[in-house]
């Protein structure tokens, strides 16, 4: 099969007739690059239709057109395929001006078959998005083609899109293998084979195995019209040959989140000796289980999921997010100690689930935000008219499931599938039927994985989650589990209690993220999101220490890792609950976790900054996060001494009077430490010991006046594919180089050579600034970010970012864009 990524050559033109007319317009059309989230090109608005759950961004319809070119050769020989890996929302495909196919769901893919409707030379493809349907979301979605697409021309017999199910048991890999051909066709003098190729991180060969085919084609159902990935038309001739068989490997290197150990399977078909078909799928050995007591279990040992809840969105890329980002992204969350990502609150991309897999996450892989009943879009005191899925769930749920089930199946990383979030039928007398078929559809497409739920309504008033609903779940999801009454003490006490044989795991529960670098000392009852930051670890440090004591509770999935989009109040357009900012920025949750989370390096870390305008004597809390025994902490060269968790607690062993380790004296139960300290400029420190020893350092000093710019970038030498992305971070810096984390000076960004700057941001919930405006930028707490995109010319391009009002203020960086 030849596959060609289409990302240039598009032009897209938002529609604002007021007739709404289905017919393109003539008029209007500009330059893009795909995945577009055309939502990102216009200003915030506190009167869009998307509300404040949305992002205050644009929404509406939007076309694209591009012409592909066909020879002869491919009309006569082969099927020609458009492949969309998601559009949102509601896309309609015309090529050469007749209906092509279409799609609904913008998170799921689906595929156009244009066979019939191309001739030889150039024809034109378009694509009308209708996001107009607002608000939407209960988040920010994005719009426009936001995912890749793909031409593919292909043998009429081909491994299906989703033809292959790949599973281990110990040293066995086994394989499942679907063909399909459009034309039916039983010649049997064709000869087809199937040849298996399995290959070590190394390139070498561990296993082969070939296997000729019976001519045995069957008459396809829904299922593999599903399977091949097509969308709309499911009547069209399609038939389907499965073959299944086992390879054994010896002693394979096993995955996990430690060693994320991949192999690399490819499958060559070929009639009469003759390649027609090729590809290769990333194999990871391992087994998982979810038992009551145990908790989740990795090839047989106990693990916690330390997990985080994610979104979609890539901040000031919108929804259309360059895999480099999520690799960023991920990389830090990694450092932090996480080892699972909860995909809140639908199918990734799968570019996302690709980089788990390699990086190392458990992934709980996660369908719908609503099923029939619909969720009101609730922000602050205002309740808009919801358009969500819940007006599509009765004609879609069952192929969009079963489309995210065949995609992803094959992913080492995913160990649950979620068929839903805080879902308002859990407590509705006759819900659980709704999720029988889910599950259903779950188990009998991948019998390996159980299947969760995210109840939101456990325990809740006046209404609660139904056992004859939470039954019918394999692994039930607690959603703010501490949320009401007494259980905001005893937890998952009262429930374990009841329900011995129920597996458990925190599908969502707070953080201690706020805005970065933004310390307050009011409390704000009403504020979900920003707690003063000396207290912002109190209460989720209780859970958190109750979930790793507590073997039965497979682990939990914090809300967020990362700021996201929408979900906001104006004059925030996005949620600031994140450890990570939108810029992918630490915060200091990020350290409080990683203090839990990651012990491989010692480490100590201090809260507030020293460039507080308080008037000197004031007493503050000064917070410390360290995964050291003890700690002490110096203002100014004196000492306000040493403290110790007392965290975890251990008791007495082998006789009375007995312990394994020293036991420290502790100041406290809580998950960080704290010291009351009166306000002096100048420098404060913290000193970690582990033994008794010295093991770190680290201190937060009063700064001068910003000075300069440090300006870095990820990379220093680019493809030049009209894809690949450069990320560049600026720090605002004193005289002596150091992070003044009070300065918001204005930006100006400049670009030379053949790149573009797609986003620059800056962290900052409230800032209305476009994300791809280059001048009069602002700088948040003494930090920005930008995003480069490389153009298809070798060549040098240099960044410049300019301060107004500070002397001398100019960073520079420079990389080189390369041919592949």
């Given at each position: ?300 040992k106990h693990v916690k999921l330390n997990g985080v809840c994610l979104h979609h969105d890539g901040g ?73 899925y819940s007006m599509y769930f009765d004609a879609c749920h069952e192929w969009d499931l079963k489309t995210m089930l065949y995609r992803d199946r094959n992913h080492p990383g995913i160990v649950l599938w979620s ?402």
């Amino acid at each position: 099969m030849e596959k060609y990524r289409l990302h240039t050559g598009w032009t897209f033109c938002l529609d604002e007739r007021n007739e709404k007319d289905e017919t393109a317009p003539s008029e209007g059309f500009r330059a893009v690059t795909l995945p577009h989230d055309w939502s990102t090109d216009y200003p915030f608005d506190p009167e869009s239709d998307t509300c404040g759950s949305g992002g205050y961004a644009k929404a509406g319809i939007g076309w694209y057109q591009r012409t592909i070119t066909i020879s002869e050769n491919d009309i006569k020989n082969r099927q020609i395929i458009l492949y969309f890996e998601g559009v949102y929302m509601k896309s309609s495909v015309f090529v050469n001006g007749t209906y092509a196919g279409g799609h609904i769901y913008g998170y799921t893919p689906f595929e156009v078959d244009i066979t019939a409707l191309v001739h030889e030379g150039e024809n034109e493809i378009l694509v009308r998005v209708d996001n107009s349907m607002q608000p939407g979301s209960r988040w920010y979605s994005g719009s426009g083609i936001t995912r890749d697409v793909w031409l593919e021309k292909r043998h009429p017999i081909h491994i299906a899109r989703y033809g292959m199910y790949l599973t281990t048991d110990e040293g066995n890999l086994n394989i499942s293998t679907t063909l399909h051909t459009s034309e039916c066709m039983k010649d049997d003098d064709a000869s087809l084979s199937l040849t298996f190729v399995l290959k070590d991180q190394d390139g070498e060969e561990n296993a082969k195995k070939d296997i000729t085919l019976k001519n045995d084609w069957t008459e396809a159902d829904l299922d593999a019209a599903i399977l091949s990935g097509m969308d709309e038309d499911v009547s069209k001739t399609l038939c389907q040959l499965q073959t299944s068989l086992s390879i054994q490997v010896e002693n394979p290197v096993l995955w996990d989140h430690e060693t994320p150990y991949l192999y690399e399977l490819t499958t060559i078909l070929k009639k009469n000796d003759t390649i027609i078909d090729e590809r290769t799928d990333k194999v990871g050995f391992r087994n998982i289980e979810f038992d009551a007591k145990k908790g989740f279990l990795i090839n047989g040992k106990h693990v916690k999921l330390n997990g985080v809840c994610l979104h979609h969105d890539g901040g000031c890329v919108g929804a259309a997010v360059p895999p480099e980002i999520w690799r960023r992204r991920l990389e830090k969350l990694k450092c932090m100690g996480v080892n699972s990502v909860r995909c809140s609150h639908n199918p990734p991309d799968e570019a996302l689930l690709d980089l788990c897999d390699e990086l190392g996450f458990y992934v709980m892989d996660e369908a719908f935000d609503e099923w029939r009943l619909m969720k009101a879009k609730e922000i602050g005191s205002n309740t808009h008219e919801s358009h969500g899925y819940s007006m599509y769930f009765d004609a879609c749920h069952e192929w969009d499931l079963k489309t995210m089930l065949y995609r992803d199946r094959n992913h080492p990383g995913i160990v649950l599938w979620s068929i839903g979030n805080e879902i308002p039928e859990e407590v509705v007398v006759g819900g659980e039927e709704l999720a029988v078929e889910l599950s259903g559809y779950c188990h009998t497409i991948d019998p390996t994985r159980k299947v969760t739920l995210a109840h939101d309504q456990i325990a809740a008033e006046p209404y609660s989650a139904r056992d004859a609903f939470m039954d019918k779940i394999d692994v039930v999801g607690y959603n703010y589990v501490g949320r009401w009454r007494a259980r905001a003490e005893l937890l998952y006490d009262a429930d374990r209690e009841e329900h011995l044989d129920r597996c458990v795991i925190g599908t969502e529960n707070p953080s201690a993220g706020y805005i970065r670098s933004d310390y307050n000392f009011e409390v704000d009852p009403g504020s979900f999101w920003n707690k003063p930051y000396y207290t912002a670890a109190v209460t989720v440090g209780k859970l958190l220490r109750y979930t790793m004591v507590h073997d039965f509770v497979a682990g939990d999935y914090m809300w967020t890792g990362i700021d996201y989009l929408g979900e906001a109040n104006w004059p925030q357009r996005s949620a600031g609950c994140g450890c990570l900012d939108t810029c992918g920025f630490e915060k200091d949750a990020f350290y409080f976790y990683k203090s839990v989370w990651n012990q491989k390096e010692k480490f100590a870390y201090l809260c507030p900054h020293w460039n507080l305008k308080l008037k000197k004597g004031t007493v503050l809390p000064v917070i410390c996060y360290t995964n050291c025994e003890d700690a002490e902490l110096f203002v100014n060269g004196r000492s306000f001494g040493m403290k110790s968790k007392g965290f975890p607690c251990y008791g007495m062993t082998e006789r009375y009077g007995h312990f394994d380790r020293y036991r420290r004296p502790a100041n406290t139960d809580d998950l960080f430490l704290s010291w009351d300290v009166p306000y002096e400029p100048g420098k404060i420190e913290v000193v970690g010991y582990h033994d008794g020893k010295e093991v770190c350092r680290y201190n937060v000093e009063t700064t001068g006046e910003a000075a300069s710019i440090k300006l870095t970038v990820d990379k220093t030498s680019v493809d030049a594919d009209g894809r690949s992305i450069v990320q560049a971070e600026v720090r605002i810096v004193d005289g002596e180089g150091r992070l003044v984390l009070d300065a918001c000076p204005e930006l100006d960004f400049t670009l030379e050579g053949d790149a573009e700057i797609i986003g620059i941001d800056n962290g900052d919930p409230a800032c209305h600034e476009q994300w791809k405006e280059t001048k009069g930028r602002h700088a948040f707490n003494g930090m920005a970010y930008a995003v480069i995109r490389a153009g298809q010319n070798k060549g040098e391009l240099t960044l410049t970012v300019q301060a107004s009002g500070v002397d001398a203020a100019i960073g520079k960086a420079s990389v080189t864009i390369s041919q592949k």
